[in-house]
């Protein structure tokens, strides 16, 4: 097209030319019968057809866009109100004048004159113009594109940005924004789910972010979980979780409130019962201590009373006798017999019937030592006696003698004829040390007997109650 109307000032393009002669060929089709098809009128029809400072032009199949100005529409005069002699009320057409590079008439033609050349039934294009609609000339004769967006010459709208393009420009709308009724509106990319988790819309974009927890990837829009673990919040053990962590606590810890530290658990706050005997707490754990005269058991909690008497820890001399009972011992010196007793055995005194002293006293006195421990449960059977020998026809009486017995903590239960059982009747607590002698009166009518024996027995009251 530029060829053409650089070169032909009668025709706009080799296609106008096409269209001529397309043109006569369809007015043959019609001058012969043949049916031909009516052109369509774009510039009337096609809405916006020629955009910025460009005329429409129809053409026979098409149209054409060309700068206002730029060209020249062949005018026919109008004849009179009688027609004025041209037929369908046109005169003869007027022709363009030697501006547009016709020659002027041979003022001595040696033949006739030419006819003059048939108005064109398409736009004359102006040789004053001789870039395109979009190009300027430049000094060297050459056409350059116009920047119409450099220049500020262009039609966009503010909302709008402007696109150089040859010969042209394009309105469009920036990344961020799509066109809408011709304005450029910001795209809500949060509504899309461009976000894994957290979006913020801004003008023309969006800004991810993630909860706590998480970490942006480096694409800016998903999020990977925090090993918080890694940097050891936890004051003991540390889980990690999707998007937090768990903190945990060793064995004799629990959790603070702060979900971090651990504190020590007093496990001797628990149970009274958790030690036999005392209970002391250590950092994650106890220890259970036993008094003076026992050693922890393998349980570690219950107390056994040291035997010092066989283990030799003891201050006992040669010449007398080590007892133990719970929580301790004592040293028993030799029996020595009170006059008028005499010794019979290592633990035994006897006053004969033949000494008239010994008449209204008990036979024979024989020593018995036992432990008891603090608080034992009641009724408790904890010393029996029997007669050694008998006789025919007697019968025997048990009781308990001596001052040893003022709070009724004993008493005697009889089992048998010749037997008996000290029954432990209320409570004792600890240390105590207590001598009851226990009665056995032997009663004989047959042969009017009447005669006794005692058990002097010791009894040793432990503090504690094991």
Not at 1 to 10: I, M, S, Y
Not at 306 to 335: K, R, S
Not at 415 to 441: F, H, Q, Y
Request: charge should be negative; charged fraction near 15%.
């Amino acid at each position: 097209n530029r060829l053409c109307l650089e070169q032909c000032p009668f025709c706009l393009s080799i296609g106008c030319v096409l269209n001529s002669v397309h043109s006569a060929f369809l007015l043959f089709v019609s001058l012969t019968g043949v049916p031909s098809s009516l052109d369509i009128d774009e510039c009337r029809t096609v809405p916006d057809a020629c955009r910025g400072d460009m005329q429409c032009v129809n053409q026979n199949g098409g149209y054409l866009c060309i700068p206002r100005g730029l060209y020249s529409q062949p005018t026919y005069p109008r004849g009179g109100e009688g027609g004025g002699g041209g037929g369908a009320g046109r005169s003869q057409a007027t022709y363009p004048d030697t501006s547009l590079g016709f020659p002027e008439p041979d003022p001595y033609p040696l033949q006739p004159p030419p006819a003059p050349p048939v108005a064109p039934s398409y736009p004359v294009v102006s040789r004053s113009a001789p870039c395109l609609l979009g190009y300027t000339l430049a000094e060297d004769g050459t056409c350059h594109d116009m920047d119409e967006c450099e220049t500020d010459s262009h039609q966009c709208n503010p909302t709008q940005v402007c696109i150089n393009t040859a010969g042209g420009y394009t309105c469009s709308c920036t990344e961020g924004y799509w066109l809408v009724g011709g304005q450029c509106q910001d795209i809500d990319e949060c509504r899309y789910g461009y976000c894994q988790q957290l979006c913020a819309n801004v003008p023309g974009s969006y800004s991810c972010s993630c909860n706590p927890g998480f970490l942006l990837n480096p694409d800016s829009r998903t999020c990977q979980d925090v090993d918080e673990c890694e940097d050891n919040p936890c004051a003991h053990g540390c889980f990690n979780t999707y998007g937090s962590y768990m903190c945990s606590c060793e064995e004799g810890f629990e959790l603070a409130s702060d979900g971090t530290t651990c504190n020590d658990l007093d496990e001797c706050g628990f149970s009274e019962f958790l030690c036999q005997h005392r209970c002391v707490n250590t950092p994650g754990s106890f220890q259970c201590h036993c008094p003076a005269g026992y050693y922890l058991y393998e349980d570690g909690r219950s107390c056994e009373d040291i035997n010092e008497c066989e283990t030799g820890n003891n201050t006992c001399t040669t010449a007398q006798v080590c007892f133990n009972f719970q929580g301790g011992y004592t040293c028993l010196d030799l029996l020595k017999c009170d006059p008028p007793y005499v010794e019979l055995s290592d633990n035994q005194c006897m006053c004969s019937a033949e000494n008239p002293a010994c008449r209204d006293r008990p036979f024979t006195i024989l020593y018995r030592h036992m432990d008891l421990s603090s608080g034992r449960s009641v009724p408790a059977d904890i010393f029996q006696m029997q007669a050694t020998t008998r006789y025919p026809g007697a019968f025997y009486i048990f009781q308990i003698k001596g001052p040893g017995n003022e709070g009724r903590e004993f008493y005697m239960r009889q089992t048998s004829n010749v037997s008996a059982t000290l029954v432990l009747s209320r409570p004792i607590k600890g240390p105590r040390e207590l001598v009851l002698d226990l009665e056995m009166v032997t009663v004989n009518n047959v042969i009017n007997f009447r005669g006794s024996s005692i058990i002097r027995l010791t009894i040793y009251v432990s503090e504690h109650p094991y």
